[in-house]
């Protein structure tokens, strides 16, 4: 391990799907690489100490202890993959306080560990397209991307080589195909009602969700066991992970170097260098210490990343590093969810499913692609719906009549199939949906506390408006009973894919970081995770993410050798 006051050639700030990708990329291309994450250690295979477990293994049989959550998670709690099996990957809320305004909540889902939320991702890969690149320059929202789906094709190769993304090819513009692997495939009630959405519905189509779960095995992971309890850890590496794949493959190099329990304060910036040169750090133990490199990788996350450079302050930067444009924190994002329609599909009762598959089923987007005689609707952008079927098992008991021995004679066979097609929809990039710092409170640390405002527009408020009323249009197009729309409890955070605060851009006035993720002030900084995103897309982020941030390494490596930087 290199001594604190010799200079590294990078640092990477945070260990999730950005920060392994970032250290793979820059320990393979030769550099000595410090990657600092605050949280614990997680080894792969050995700390995923609930993944055998059945239910009566453990001390609540699966259903957690709700006062417990109520207490410690009442922000995680609500995430899909919280539960009894999987608390230790998420951070306890009343330990890591953040503030929101009454009237304006933002449910901040965080894993703090090595690996950080790529253990617990939900692994949907999608890439993005120039319908996605071009939002803002044709409606006049945000800024114009600084970059086009060209300039990311052959990094989404690189990519989705690496991670084995199992698919279907599509041939649809908005939504790129790419190198996959054999895609699932889909139950008896999904295939019926694929074939009456698409033939209802002329140009719309239903296809399994392009997933980083493995159908076979592939470069010495995998392949995935369809036990669907990912975000408990896989010790077959079946699903990709940083723990999994990208951070072994850095330490395969000699270069790795990993330290963890170190919360980053803030990056030390030279002004009369006009370059960082490292990060303060504050240990579990309260100490403080410090770390030098050529370059700086921030790959902590939307918040985090935006809480650094906030807390990063200067006499040439009195507002947070690289702010000379003001719009760090700026921007936040993310995509609505949790609205669309259910419905039972009739029929298949001799049938049933094998396994747990790890994904579910996806219709791409159809508003708003600029294509000769779409219908015209009350908002910009457009939606995805993600959508699942399945038999109801013994637990729709508790919601029936019935007592004792009938009761349980009727609950041994399956209950009727069900589907429900749920709503990602694009947010609208805003400056006054933003972050910034509590001078007056800190956390444990010594950190500022972050402070979210973040609130739907009527754009967004449109788009799920649309989604039930598509919704259930297409389910009872496809011959589904009992058809309902729904529109739960799903605020700003909720669907995890928070983007903004750093954006790219192609103007230094008006965005934080240039075409390769460079701070526009500060040269040899780089911002790579959500935060560099100019606009929201409507379908998942993760592998958008990881192609950018190979990118930038690329491009970074380069300007190094050159002496750029």
């Not at 009727?416 to 400056?431: A, T, V």
């Not at 790219?504 to 995770?529: E, R």
Request: with cysteine; net charge neutral.
């Amino acid at each position: 391990m290199i001594g604190k006051d010799e200079p590294y050639d990078a640092i990477v700030v945070g260990s999730g799907i950005t920060g392994g990708w970032a250290a793979k990329e820059l320990c393979e291309r030769g550099l000595r690489t410090l990657v600092i994450e605050r949280g614990r250690h997680v080894e792969h295979g050995k700390d995923y100490v609930t993944e055998f477990l059945q239910p009566w293994q453990l001390a609540h049989r699966g259903r957690g202890e709700q006062e417990l959550y109520q207490r410690d998670y009442p922000i995680q709690s609500h995430n899909y993959a919280f539960g009894e099996t999987t608390r230790h990957f998420f951070v306890n809320d009343r330990e890591h306080p953040y503030i929101t305004p009454d009237d304006k909540p933002f449910r901040w889902i965080r894993g703090y560990q090595l690996g950080g939320r790529s253990l617990i991702w939900g692994r949907a890969c999608w890439r993005w397209s120039d319908l996605d690149f071009t939002a803002n320059a044709r409606d006049g929202h945000g800024v114009d991307w600084p970059i086009r789906y060209a300039d990311l094709a052959p990094w989404y190769d690189h990519v989705e080589r690496f991670v084995g993304v199992s698919g279907e090819r599509l041939g649809l513009p908005h939504l790129p195909d790419g190198d996959f692997l054999p895609a699932w495939q889909m139950n008896c009630a999904e295939s019926v009602v694929k074939r009456g959405i698409q033939r209802a519905f002329p140009g719309r189509h239903m296809t399994l969700t392009r997933v980083a779960n493995l159908t076979q095995a592939h470069l010495g992971r995998g392949p995935c066991q369809a036990r669907n309890q990912c975000a408990r850890g896989c010790s077959f590496g079946g699903y990709f992970s940083s723990l999994s794949a990208t951070l072994p493959a850095a330490q395969k190099t000699g270069r790795l170097t990993v330290i963890t329990d170190a919360i980053v304060h803030s990056v030390i910036y030279d002004e009369r260098r006009d370059r960082a040169t490292g990060v303060r750090v504050i240990d579990a133990k309260g100490a403080a210490s410090e770390y030098f490199g050529r370059i700086v990788f921030l790959c902590a996350s939307t918040l985090a990343t935006a809480q650094i450079l906030l807390n990063s302050q200067s006499p040439r930067f009195a507002t947070g590093l690289a702010n000379s444009s003001g719009e760090v924190g700026h921007n936040l994002m993310d995509h609505i969810s949790k609205a669309g329609a259910r419905g039972v599909v009739p029929g298949l009762e001799d049938k049933y499913v094998y396994g747990r598959r790890p994904t579910g089923t996806y219709i791409p987007r159809f508003r708003n692609l600029g294509v000769r005689g779409e219908a015209k609707v009350g908002f910009l952008r457009g939606y995805g719906i993600q959508a699942g079927a399945g038999r109801e098992g013994w637990a729709r008991g508790a919601d029936e009549p019935g007592l004792g021995v009938e009761l349980k004679q009727r609950l041994r066979e399956p209950g009727p199939w069900q589907i429900s097609l749920q709503g990602y929809g694009e947010c609208l990039p805003r400056h006054e949906n933003f972050v910034d710092l509590d001078p007056a409170r800190t956390d444990p640390s010594g950190m500022p506390l972050l402070r979210v405002h973040c609130a739907w527009s009527e754009n967004e408020r449109a788009i799920r408006e649309d989604v039930k009323t598509q919704g259930a249009q297409m389910l009872e197009a496809a011959g589904c009973r009992e058809v309902v729309t729904y529109d739960d409890d799903g605020p700003p955070g909720f669907s995890v894919h928070e983007m903004g605060t750093a954006r790219m851009g192609k103007d230094p006035n008006t965005s934080v970081l240039n075409a390769y993720n460079q701070a526009h002030d500060v040269p040899n900084l780089f911002v790579t995770d959500g935060a560099c995103m100019a606009s929201s897309s409507c379908v998942n982020p993760s592998l958008t993410y990881m192609a950018i941030t190979v990118r930038a390494v690329d491009h970074a490596v380069s300007e190094l050798k050159r002496s750029n930087l």
